[in-house]
């Protein structure tokens, strides 16, 4: 099941991830190893995870991450610890996006958060429903106390938790200083209680229908029947936990049927902690229920958990259980184990849950290699920054048990070859790019924003190259890379048509059982089984009169209306039925101050299916540019870079539904693409089955904003070794 992990990230500045900065801002967040390790053990669940900040992107993140239940696709959840970010009720915010989305989430609902976390409403059911909580007073400002409060009392922010502002008063002066103070500080009313000496108990719960009570926790005091558990115990010292409490079967009992009335009560789902306090008479008082109990290892919900046997990741497990039971019943779980795909590897699959495990722990690693990539200038024309992207790249495979092999190239860079073995067939190719077609002048450099990588090549070949690098860590990681006999190749010339590079790619591919391209998938996670072929024309075009008789435009003298008129016979050659397209890239034009243009340049893409569509086009193309023998303009045409259509075969068809249902393990969401604009893999040799857009998902893709998605990495990145896995293990 895919498991979305929601928290609230530490704001370095006040108003990050948000619109404006509005209200009370949340004090509460969770650390961030906390956070992790609730990841790492729904991973060893066997769940697909990822990891999100609850901010203003959150809605994109999930978007992009959440299967489509009304497609087909298995219900995936969210895993809930965001606390909020500001405001009042800060605990309903993720709750009530999910409800809106149609997103299932484990804990409760807005109406339950924002009654836990008010604690005055919380004293109100409490009382109402006659279960006991200790007398209490509401004042918004210090004017309004009373004169005939009984001390000693204890003070509270009506929408804080975390103890929060809490200050246990003695005197009247105290407490008008205090009530003054917290107002100012939190701009809430606050919370007034009689205070409770003697002894302190947490009771934590599991469930919803009939909810397992976890064993008790009492608060060690250590004697001091005025002592509280402050914020500053719970984040430097925490006070020691007797779990199981040394109480008697009587308390006990009691304490359990409170925890339970008062979950009921409040309409808490899932799991929670409830607080009591006891006098010395033996009388129990509620103090509050916290539906956001703390995960953290040091925290009362966790120990009372182990205490019944839990380690953390069944308990972590037990939680998403509880709420998939919730939404959708308890049969749900083991139906999805018996889905046909997942007949042979079941979901808690050791090696799926381990490679996910490590890729999605080092994102920033590959987020690293592809800025040091992008960073490198491998334009084609470029050989030098070429070359010293390959070294780049030679560095990071150096001691992984790769050899090289260098194929010196005059006109371009040098094609790279790398093998993890020493026989010459491979079980599988992987083919990627070192060149990009962008110039210099037009490079943009690395960024991130709202969860995209931007930067030139990013989607041409680096991206690929960083989803490569984090596979085969990975399945170095697993100790799963000498299994398969892997062949690397990158070529430098992929902007050009791969023409230099042919006979490599043929002569390497023909003693391969498999080849894989690292061209970026589109945002459907498109893998590409066959693509078109495409030729690009330079069309010249000049005035032949050495004087112009006219100073206007016509048809028979000006190149720029010449232009404009084939321009509308080359888009009637445009056909979606026959896959041929014509793509208009650029046009320039000459001309002096005070005459008609005299020179205009014509440049685009014809891309079509297969060699013969190639060879007819060619014909038309010259009989649209052909000059007449007398005429007023001289067409020159020329044609430029030229690249063979990249045609599916049986084999190939075969070779996808394995990688569809290896996607379907480990939940990757692809979809199989037949008419690729362009791939890598043209120049494979004849019946090898081959697909291409094992990189990372892509959009604006042969545009200046060109950007991959940077959590698809860890998809991308998960699927590819696992097929690399399969394919040495031949599918078996």
């Given at each position: 099941m895919k498991v979305a992990v929601i928290f609230n990230k530490r704001k370095n500045t006040e108003g990050e991830g948000v619109i404006n900065v509005f209200g009370a801002q949340n004090q509460e967040t969770y650390n961030p190893a906390t956070v992790e390790r609730v990841a790492a053990a729904l991973e060893q669940g066997g769940h697909n995870v990822r990891v999100i900040d609850g901010n203003i992107h959150v809605i994109e993140q999930l978007q992009d991450f959440m299967p489509r239940v009304m497609q087909g696709d298995q219900p995936g959840m969210v895993f809930n610890m965001a606390y909020g970010i500001q405001g009042v009720s800060r605990y309903t915010h993720i709750p009530s996006l999910l409800e809106m989305l149609g997103i299932p989430y484990v804990g409760s609902s807005p109406a339950g958060h924002g009654i836990a976390l008010d604690k005055v409403t919380t004293?109100?059911?409490?009382?109402?429903?006659?279960?006991?909580?200790?007398?209490?007073?509401?004042?918004?400002?210090?004017?309004?106390?009373?004169?005939?409060?009984?001390?000693?009392?204890?003070?509270?922010?009506?929408?804080?938790?975390?103890?929060?502002?809490?200050?246990?008063?003695?005197?009247?002066?105290?407490?008008?200083?205090?009530?003054?103070?917290?107002v100012v500080q939190f701009k809430q009313p606050v919370l007034v209680e009689q205070f409770i000496p003697g002894r302190e108990f947490a009771v934590g719960l599991l469930g919803n229908h009939n909810p397992e009570v976890l064993p008790i926790v009492e608060i060690d005091l250590e004697g001091d029947a005025f002592g509280i558990q402050s914020l500053e115990d719970k984040l430097r010292k925490p006070k020691n936990k007797i779990c199981p409490a040394q109480i008697d079967d009587k308390l006990a009992n009691e304490l359990r049927r409170l925890t339970r009335e008062t979950f009921k009560v409040l309409g808490i789902f899932?799991?929670?902690r409830v607080d009591f306090r006891m006098d010395e008479d033996g009388n129990l008082y509620i103090l509050e229920l916290n539906s956001m109990a703390s995960l953290g290892m040091t925290g009362t919900y966790v120990c009372a958990a182990k205490a019944a046997g839990y380690t953390y990741e069944s308990l972590i497990n037990r939680m998403l259980d509880v709420a998939v039971e919730r939404y959708f019943g308890k049969e749900f779980d083991d139906a999805a184990l018996n889905r046909e795909e997942e007949t042979?590897?079941?979901?808690?699959?050791p090696l799926r849950v381990r490679l996910r495990s490590f890729l999605r722990s080092n994102i920033g690693t590959m987020?690293?290699?592809?800025?040091?990539?992008?960073?490198?200038?491998?334009f084609v024309e470029n050989i030098d920054g070429v070359n010293l992207l390959g070294r780049w790249i030679s560095s990071q495979l150096s001691g992984s048990g790769f050899d090289r092999q260098v194929f010196s190239m005059s006109e371009v860079g040098n094609v790279l070859y790398f093998t993890n073995h020493a026989g010459e067939a491979n079980d599988v190719l992987i083919v990627g790019n070192l060149d990009n077609p962008v110039d210099y002048e037009d490079y943009i450099s690395f960024s991130e924003e709202r969860g995209r990588i931007y930067g030139t090549g990013v989607s041409r070949g680096k991206g690929g190259i960083?989803?490569?690098?984090?596979?085969?860590?990975?399945?170095?990681?697993?100790?799963?890379?000498?299994?398969?006999?892997?062949?690397?190749?990158?070529?430098?010339?992929?902007?050009?048509?791969?023409?230099?590079?042919?006979?490599?790619?043929?002569?390497?591919?023909?003693?391969?059982?498999?080849?894989?391209?690292?061209?970026?998938?589109?945002?459907?996670?498109?893998?590409?089984?066959?693509?078109?072929?495409?030729?690009?024309?330079?069309?010249?075009?000049?005035?032949?009169?050495?004087?112009?008789?006219?100073?206007?435009?016509?048809?028979?003298?000006d190149p720029v209306l010449y232009c404009a008129h084939k321009i509308n016979q080359l888009k009637k050659l445009n056909s979606e039925e026959n896959s041929v397209f014509v793509t208009l890239t650029g046009m320039e034009t000459r001309g002096n101050e005070d005459q008609p243009v005299y020179h205009a340049a014509l440049s685009f893409i014809l891309r079509y299916q297969n060699p013969e569509q190639s060879k007819k086009l060619d014909v038309q193309i010259m009989r649209i540019f052909e000059s007449k023998p007398h005429g007023s303009v001289r067409v020159n045409v020329t044609k430029g870079a030229q690249r063979k259509p990249f045609l599916s075969n049986n084999s190939t068809l075969q070779f996808y539904d394995q990688i569809e249902k290896i996607a379907k393990v480990v939940e990757v969401r692809i979809n199989k693409e037949e008419t690729g604009i362009t791939s890598l893999l043209a120049n494979v040799a004849p019946g090898v089955p081959a697909v291409d857009g094992l990189g990372p998902r892509t959009g604006g893709y042969g545009s200046k904003d060109e950007y991959i998605v940077r959590d698809s990495m860890i998809d991308r990145s998960v699927l590819l070794a696992y097929l690399i896995y399969k394919i040495g293990r031949q599918f078996g």
């Open positions: 004293k109100v059911m409490i009382q109402a429903a006659g279960l006991p909580t200790a007398p209490y007073w509401v004042f918004h400002n210090a004017d309004q106390i009373q004169g005939d409060i009984p001390f000693p009392v204890i003070t509270k922010p009506k929408m804080e938790a975390v103890s929060l502002g809490i200050q246990v008063i003695h005197d009247m002066n105290s407490l008008r200083t205090a009530i003054t103070g917290l899932d799991f929670c042979t590897i079941t979901r808690k699959d987020e690293d290699y592809l800025e040091k990539m992008v960073d490198i200038n491998s960083a989803v490569l690098l984090g596979a085969l860590k990975a399945l170095r990681y697993t100790r799963t890379v000498k299994r398969v006999k892997i062949g690397l190749l990158f070529i430098t010339d992929d902007s050009k048509g791969g023409s230099s590079s042919r006979t490599i790619m043929q002569e390497l591919s023909a003693k391969s059982n498999y080849v894989l391209g690292l061209n970026g998938a589109g945002l459907s996670g498109e893998i590409i089984t066959a693509s078109l072929g495409s030729t690009c024309f330079n069309i010249e075009v000049n005035r032949t009169r050495s004087k112009v008789r006219n100073q206007f435009f016509s048809d028979e003298d």
